[in-house]
């Protein structure tokens, strides 16, 4: 059964540093892996997706890598603005049909 | 183009009753999946529906059904409310019911039981 970890559960930082959260998975046969954030009581913002078959996806000041045998993927936050203060979500998607397994997220707070 | 839209924004219901959230697709979009989120955690995959058949379930018990409809907007229906299904209830939308097709969530409907 997959499952999905994302470590932190909550982070705080000041304005300005780079961010790395980290997500989790136990079966490496995913089809692809993406990268939310959620406002909250919002819904999902889709963030930066990676195939399977990719290493890394960049999207401004956002990157994030998969190494899909080791199960890992992290998000890279570049100079963190207080706008950036969200719950961020990693979801694999197992592949067969179009569903995704989510971890619990790590939330965010930066601050001026 | 349209986005996923969700109805009604929040909801208050007592143990035992039944309830309706409904599910707009984006323009073009024949599969709707929907989730159920509680406070603190991951959404969860409740069940998919493409092309009005059901595509997909999770773990979760036949109290919870839905449909989807010839526009492919969509319904959950939850029977015999429980304070556990207190939750964000998120749908998503997506071209396909294949793991290549992007998910676009809606916004949520807010659920609490009392």
């Known amino acids: 059964k997959q499952e999905v970890t994302q470590i932190p559960a909550a982070l705080s930082v000041p304005e300005g540093e780079n961010l790395v959260l980290n997500c989790s998975f136990t079966?490496?046969?995913?089809?692809?892996l993406q990268w939310f954030r959620q406002d909250p009581g919002k819904g999902l913002t889709s963030l930066l997706l990676i195939q399977s078959s990719q290493r890394e996806q960049t999207s401004g000041r956002l990157n994030a890598s998969l190494d899909k045998s080791s199960g890992r993927s992290t998000l890279y936050i570049a100079a963190s603005q207080p706008g950036d203060s969200a719950t961020y979500l990693c979801a694999v998607s197992p592949g067969g049909y179009n569903k995704l397994i989510f971890g619990a997220g790590t939330r965010l707070a930066v601050h001026p | 183009e349209t986005g996923v839209t969700q109805s009604p924004t929040h909801l208050i219901k007592t143990r035992g009753q039944q309830v309706t959230l409904r599910c707009s697709s984006q323009s073009g979009h024949n599969t709707v999946s929907w989730y159920q989120q509680a406070l603190g955690q991951g959404p969860q995959f409740i069940f998919q529906?493409?092309?009005?058949?059901?595509?997909g379930r999770g773990n979760f018990p036949p109290r919870f059904s839905g449909l989807q409809f010839p526009n492919y907007s969509s319904e959950l229906n939850v029977n015999a409310l429980e304070l556990d299904d207190s939750a964000l209830y998120l749908c998503?939308?997506?071209?396909?019911?294949?793991?290549?097709?992007?998910?676009?969530f809606g916004p949520g409907t807010r659920l609490t039981v009392l």
């Open positions: 079966d490496s046969a995913i089809y692809n």
């Open positions: 998503a939308s997506s071209r396909g019911g294949s793991e290549a097709d992007t998910q676009y």
């Open positions: 529906y493409y092309r009005e058949e059901e595509n």
